[in-house]
């Protein structure tokens, strides 16, 4: 089972990820994917998916400023599909525009984040909220 499914366009924002979690003390599972279909996908269990026996990951972290299917819209999906409606989900976006903040609270986020601007910001960052989402946060069982 994967700890955080991250979906993130920009490869470099990707890249950054990847090499912060690595150097983390606790291990942390993860994949990214680059596209809101893909994640579509992904959490549904169709297309290249299909196949896939693993359960829901415990976080999902998405940047809102997407290409193609926004943000908004995978949250949207997630809210309204039985399977995802309580998958725990974490905005984690450039954006600090209060209209963007407002739409992804009245979409059903759980939690709005905006990117530091530095590597090491962001490496803290990440290591405050995979303690709480993935240690101590309390969640049902998802399938």
């Known amino acids: 089972m994967i700890d955080v499914l991250y979906v993130e366009d920009n490869a470099d924002d990707a890249d950054i990820f990847s090499r912060l979690v690595r150097k983390f003390d606790q291990s942390v599972a993860y994949t990214i994917l680059n596209s809101g279909s893909e994640a579509l996908e992904y959490l549904s269990g169709q297309g290249r998916y299909q196949h896939r026996t693993e359960r829901l990951p415990k976080l999902l972290l998405l940047d809102l400023n997407l290409m193609g299917m926004s943000g908004i819209e995978i949250l949207e999906w997630a809210r309204s599909n039985d399977r995802t409606r309580f998958l725990p989900i974490v905005a984690f976006t450039t954006s600090d525009n209060p209209r963007d903040v407002e739409n ?17 910001a962001t490496g803290t960052l990440l290591e405050r909220l995979f303690r709480f989402w993935l240690m101590d946060n309390t969640r049902t069982d998802l399938t």
């Open 104 to 120: 992804a609270y009245q979409a059903g986020i759980n939690a709005y984040i905006v990117k530091p601007g530095s590597y090491l």
